[in-house]
C-alpha cells in the first residue's frame, strides 16, 4: 500500500553532515507517522526519529541537537538532516511509515536502508 525507498547514505569523517531522504509511494494520503531507524553491526534496530501526519517530531537521545527530521507533502518524502556525526552513528538507516488501512487498522512499511558510515 506504501513503498518506500530511502537515498543519501554514504560516507563522512566525523563532524560531517548527511541527508537522508525518503521517498514514500501508494497510499500516501492514509499515513500516520513516519520515522528513521537504524541498525549498526550486531547491533538490535533503534529508533532515531519520528513525526507524525501532525509534524510533531521525537528523537531518540542520542539524535537530539544533531539530527533534524522533517516532511516534504508535496513531494511524499521524508528527510533525516544529520549534524556533527559521529562514528558510533554508523549504522543502515531504514525509513518507516505507519499508515491506516480500515479505520482502526494500521499497517507498516520499512524501506531497503541506505548505509551511513562515519570515519574517526
Known amino acids: 500500500q506504501v513503498q518506500l525507498v530511502e537515498s543519501g547514505g554514504g560516507l563522512v569523517q566525523a563532524g560531517g553532515s548527511l541527508r537522508l531522504s525518503c521517498a514514500a509511494s501508494?497510499?500516501?494520503?492514509?499515513?500516520?507517522?513516519m520515522g528513521w531507524y537504524r541498525q549498526a553491526p550486531g547491533k538490535q534496530r533503534e529508533l532515531v526519529a519520528t513525526?507524525?501526519?501532525?509534524?510533531?517530531?521525537n528523537y531518540a537521545d542520542s539524535a537530539k541537537g544533531r539530527f533534524t527530521i522533517s516532511r516534504d507533502n508535496a513531494k511524499n518524502t521524508m528527510y533525516l538532516q544529520m549534524n556533527s556525526l559521529k562514528p558510533e552513528d554508523t549504522a543502515v538507516y531504514y525509513c518507516?511509515?505507519?499508515?491506516?488501512?480500515?479505520?482502526?487498522?494500521?499497517?507498516?512499511?520499512w524501506g531497503q536502508g541506505t548505509q551511513v558510515t562515519v570515519s574517526s
Open positions: 513525526i507524525s501526519s501532525g509534524g510533531s517530531t
Open positions: 501508494g497510499s500516501t494520503f492514509s499515513i500516520n507517522a
Open positions: 518507516n511509515v505507519v499508515y491506516t488501512v480500515v479505520f482502526g487498522i494500521t499497517r507498516a512499511s
